[in-house]
């Protein structure tokens, strides 16, 4: 018996066992075995998905287990990326939720603590391994659906704490659902047109579709997908959802689920439908490039940290579908091996966005478990008081900035060296699409370093701007632990990614990009193949180690002349000592970025003058309010939204209340039938 | 070219250098090495010595040729230009920031009222003179005392 079928098998057991475990054992216990089911699920989950990149694959079918349908399951490299970072993250988080859930003296951790939560959190996280296996359409429509409905259940764990969570929830539900009726659609006309379910059948029957109804598929499946990933226009449940779940199950959907809609576009774009022509792979691009921008934009106007990430994952999302949309237009001008380091670089971004996000959103629950605020205007000074959660959050920092040695540096650079190295490719499209991408990604990588200069400097350092943020005491060692294992996991990714390498090739290759090696590792160093170009990120550590240190040293050496100091208190102008309400808030820094692009954001602002009662000219109160709405969501979704409504206030009119009426209408519903059938036959 | 021209037409205005001025000079003011940096400070004055101060750095007086030059801050400042009674309010605002500058410092008071309390001693609002409240190294008297006073007592810091 192979490793693959061995784990999976371990994975679903612990999985399913840890369902009833939640249920019925007794609180003292039950965030322990919970916990402790969970990370099983995760490591074994994480084996296979290893196995697979290592280059075995595996594929089974249990006609008997669903009605009608049965059950196909597949694993091969592409799979096998996907469920590896489910793995490793759920491992981690499950860790860190066992520090979470039994932890003292918290604020709002019982939620997720709760018999029901408990219960559906395994199932949770089996789900997210057991998606990428499935192979065919009705297998993954469940397990798709399995899903959704366990990270519903799961953002609802805190429903009684806060009534925002429900209204989150119901976003949520309505807009996973649309996606899934849209993949139902796209897949069920696909399955009708190549004539089988399966994915092996669809991959074969694929060539004998017309390209309308290839295109009708692309495009419904892609919509779908996007949508679970967070992208622009799709994306108004993700920061809703996200700042209102637990932490854990906001890191859990941030660096594992959203990752699934990447790799369902990959599957049925690349895989099994086998590219399509270039507007596929523009509209795409469109999507990613206009949420890497918008996403990185409302990330650097929020000033509650959840929300801030939230939409630092939709700009992630869109900077990797910008580099499938990519791979996707190269393959259609036939330069498969710039497509490969597209798709490869973009596939890498996946794995370093899982790694920072579980860490940056632990981080954020760890500051959330011990202060009860979201707030970034009313936290700071936790460095000095939850130095190793500031410490980790800064790691995640680090890495979401792409800058070296962070590990999203190295993605980010991969995705720029393929889009340069497009330009060569002839054509008008080209030339016109890519220089704009290398825009996009640049003006995002400078946006996402204020936005984390914001979180990090304002959250944790300078003095605590609220009593909660004052008080606040260190997290559980468990907590440290989960987050301390995804730390690793980023520096491992930022110093060795060429440890990847092989596996990413793998991946490529099973994505339909065959005969290309596009990253060859050699542990150290990555080296492109096809493009001749070379990164070493343990020399550039070096180097920047060396730097650092000379410029201390020097610095170090020129002030040390100066024997006697003293220690003089803060120059405040000679008036009292700085509070910190003077000190420098979230809103205050992303006030000149909402500045410069007041034009695209449209911020709301209003002064209200209050004069006292007897005269005009005295004033009593001025109230400043600054508010930066979801523009595409206020656009977009109101004018539905309102429609909807009004419709419904139309239709309260035919239910007057009068039974005289209600008869009426099935009486004429019933001659409508009779007639349409005596006419129609 | 316009402000070329004026600065051609105009010339200099700064009256002659006057001979350097008698006394000694304070012990500290040795290390300064010629060039002083000074802070105002308004402890309480009805603003004429300000008026006069001003004046002893405009073209005609120009105690900037002498070395001395005005700062923004005590923590850039050698010498401290305290004019005025020392209110209630500003005694403590004064000694801090006599504290925040950097030693070797000096503290010069200007004027009759910094030195005691002029026409506002014994009012509700006055702590003293300036020497009551910091150590004071140098006095210019007058009410107000002339810029050329104002730019002798810095000749004698700067010793230039």
């Known amino acids: 018996m192979s490793l693959i079928p061995a784990a999976l098998a371990t994975a679903t057991a612990l999985g399913v066992a840890g369902a009833p475990a939640g249920l019925v054992l007794p609180q003292r216990v039950r965030g322990w075995v919970v916990g402790v089911l969970t990370a099983g699920v995760g490591v074994a989950g994480g084996t296979a998905g290893v196995a697979a990149l290592g280059g075995s694959g595996w594929s089974a079918e249990v006609p008997g287990l669903l009605p009608l349908a049965g059950t196909y399951l597949a694993v091969d490299a592409l799979s096998g990326l996907f469920m590896a970072v489910a793995g490793a993250v759920v491992a981690a988080v499950a860790v860190y939720g066992i520090g979470y859930v039994t932890g003292h003296g918290s604020h709002g951790s019982h939620g997720l603590g709760s018999r029901g939560a408990q219960a559906v959190l395994p199932l949770f996280a089996l789900s997210l391994l057991l998606v990428p296996a499935a192979a065919s359409v009705s297998t993954f429509l469940l397990l798709w659906e399995l899903m959704a409905l366990t990270s519903l259940l799961l953002v609802l764990a805190e429903h009684r704490a806060r009534p925002a969570v429900r209204q989150a929830g119901v976003w949520y539900a309505v807009m996973t659902h649309l996606g899934l009726v849209l993949l139902l659609a796209g897949l069920m006309v696909y399955a009708a047109q190549a004539g089988g379910e399966t994915f092996a059948a669809l991959r074969a029957g694929t060539t004998g579709i017309s390209p309308t109804m290839r295109g009708l598929v692309f495009v419904l499946t892609a919509v779908a997908f996007t949508s679970k990933a967070g992208l622009v226009p799709l994306h108004a449940w993700l920061p809703r959802a996200h700042p209102e779940a637990p932490s854990v199950v906001s890191a859990l959907m941030s660096a594992a689920m959203v990752n699934l809609g990447i790799y369902g576009l990959v599957r049925v774009g690349s895989d099994l439908l086998g590219g399509g022509p270039a507007w596929w792979w523009l509209l795409v691009m469109a999507m990613g490039g206009l949420s890497a921008v918008y996403g990185i934009l409302q990330a650097a106007m929020a000033s509650d940290l959840k929300r801030l990430l939230a939409y630092s994952t939709s700009e992630n999302m869109g900077l990797v579908v910008l580099g499938v949309g990519a791979a996707g237009l190269f393959a259609h001008v036939g330069n498969e091996a710039l497509a490969g380091l597209a798709l490869a670089a973009a596939l890498l971004h996946v794995v370093n966005h899982a790694a920072f996000k579980a860490l940056l959103f632990g981080a954020a629950g760890s500051v959330l478990r011990a202060t009860g605020e979201r707030n970034l205007d009313l936290l700071g000074g936790l460095r000095a008081r939850m130095p190793f959660t500031a410490g980790l959050f800064a790691v995640g920092a680090l890495g979401a900035v792409a800058l070296p040695p962070g590990n999203g540096f190295i993605s980010e650079w991969l995705l720029l060296q393929s889009m340069i190295h497009g330009l060569e490719v002839p054509g008008v499209t080209t030339a016109i699409v890519l220089p704009l991408a290398v825009a996009v990604i640049a003006l995002s990588a400078g946006l996402a370093a204020a936005v984390f200069v914001k979180a990090l400097g304002v959250g944790f350092f300078a003095q605590p701007r609220g009593e909660q943020a004052a008080a606040a005491k260190e997290s559980p060692l468990l907590m440290l632990v989960g987050m301390g294992l995804l730390a690793a996991l980023c520096a491992a990714l930022a110093l060795v990614p060429g440890l990847l390498g092989e596996g990413l090739d793998r991946t490529v290759a099973a994505a339909g990009h065959t005969g290309t090696r596009p990253v060859a590792g050699g542990g150290l160093r990555v080296r492109l193949e096809e493009v001749s170009a070379t990164l070493s990120p343990l020399w550039v550590l070096a180097a920047l180690v060396v730097a650092l240190g000379a410029v201390m040293g020097t610095v170090g050496w020129a002030t040390r002349r100066r024997q006697r100091r003293t220690q003089a208190r803060l120059w405040d102008c000679g008036g009292g000592a700085p509070t910190p309400r003077m000190a420098y808030t979230a809103t205050s820094f992303a006030e000149p970025l909402q500045r410069v692009f007041d034009d695209m954001l449209a911020p709301e602002q209003d002064v209200d003058v209050t004069p006292v009662r007897e005269s005009a000219y005295l004033v009593e109160r001025v109230e400043f309010r600054n508010r930066v709405p979801d523009r595409i969501e206020h656009r977009l979704y109101q004018p539905v939204l309102d429609l909807l409504a009004a419709a419904g206030q139309s239709a309260r009119r035919l239910a007057g209340g009068s039974v005289h009426t209600y008869l009426g209408y099935g009486f004429v519903g019933l001659i409508t039938l009779l007639v349409v059938l005596v006419v129609g036959w | ?160």
Do not use: W
């Not at chain 2, 925040?100 to 509700?124: H, K, Q, S, T, W």
């Open chain 2, 1 to 160: 070219m316009g402000l070329l021209r004026k600065i051609r037409d105009t010339g200099q205005v700064a009256e002659p250098a006057p001979p350097r001025p008698e006394g000694g000079v304070p012990p500290q003011a040795r290390e300064f090495g010629g060039s002083v940096q000074v802070r105002c400070v308004d402890a309480g004055s009805c603003n004429g010595c300000e008026i006069e101060i001003a004046a002893a750095f405009n073209p005609v007086y120009d105690a900037e040729r002498y070395g001395a030059r005005l700062v923004a801050s005590p923590r850039h400042a050698d010498v401290a230009l305290v004019t005025g009674p020392v209110t209630r309010n500003m005694a403590e605002p004064l000694r801090r920031t006599v504290a925040a500058m950097p030693e070797p410092r000096l503290v010069v008071a200007v004027g009759d009222c910094a030195i005691n309390c002029g026409e506002f001693a014994g009012g509700y609002g006055v702590e003293g003179a300036v020497s009551d409240v910091v150590p004071v190294d140098l006095a210019v008297p007058g009410c107000p005392p002339r810029p050329d006073e104002i730019v002798a007592a810095l000749r004698r810091v700067t010793g230039r």
